[in-house]
């Protein structure tokens, strides 16, 4: 089993979207600082990713979600959520490691897979047809990342079967690039039933900081 977490993280109602998204930077920081880390990708609604309102197709029950390799989870800032994840890099871009904030926004997407299939076929199915589709399809995505969820390592984790990451360069590869026209639409749309219980998705528009990647 990979040794990739993601711990997911609400806001406290007394807390500040930006003192949120500082504090779990800080913490980001402290975690990268650590030479037995090898990924530390923070990703959070910190009032400031600039997304624009219909990214949040299906809204979240959290507010950041952090991934973290070679870290034991009981290290990490205690969660509200928290899985062992296998990560596949779909389509990559270049990303500091410094800690700054990325250009554009990340679109966190927990997943379900569609009742008639199993886990591995779901996940087979996001592999191996959804991935290739996407890709063609959608020129607005500059980073995509499958996160396959292995393991549940809270007692009350949502019962996702994995996590999407769609990263955009700005709003406007958002909102004018998302597809490269009506019928890659349709692709990505026809396909999504085959694999995905749509309902029961969600959506979290996140700044990204990138401390330390290995993938």
Request: hydrophobic content about 40%.
């Amino acid at each position: 089993m990979s040794d990739t977490l993601m711990a997911f993280y609400r806001r406290p109602a007394e807390e500040t979207a930006e003192g949120f998204g500082k504090r779990l930077r800080d913490a980001a920081a402290g975690i990268a600082a650590d030479p037995r880390s090898s990924a530390v990708v923070l990703l959070v609604d910190d009032g400031a990713t600039g997304a624009p309102p219909d990214a949040t197709a299906m809204p979240s029950q959290f507010d950041a979600a952090l991934v973290a390799a070679g870290i034991p989870a009981g290290e990490l800032p205690a969660p509200d959520a928290a899985y062992a994840v296998s990560r596949r890099v779909i389509k990559a871009r270049d990303r500091g490691r410094d800690g700054d904030r990325t250009d554009g926004f990340t679109v966190v997407c927990p997943s379900v897979r569609a009742p008639f299939l199993t886990h591995d076929q779901f996940d087979a199915h996001w592999r191996d047809n959804h991935s290739v589709i996407h890709v063609a399809s959608s020129p607005g995505t500059c980073h995509y990342e499958q996160l396959i969820i292995d393991e549940a390592l809270t007692p009350d984790a949502p019962n996702w079967d994995g996590i999407g990451l769609l990263s955009f360069a700005s709003a406007g590869d958002y909102t004018e690039r998302l597809f490269d026209g009506p019928q890659g639409q349709q692709a990505i749309f026809d396909d999504i039933p085959r694999f995905l219980d749509l309902e029961r998705g969600e959506t979290l528009p996140a700044s990204e900081f990138v401390y330390r990647d290995d993938a």
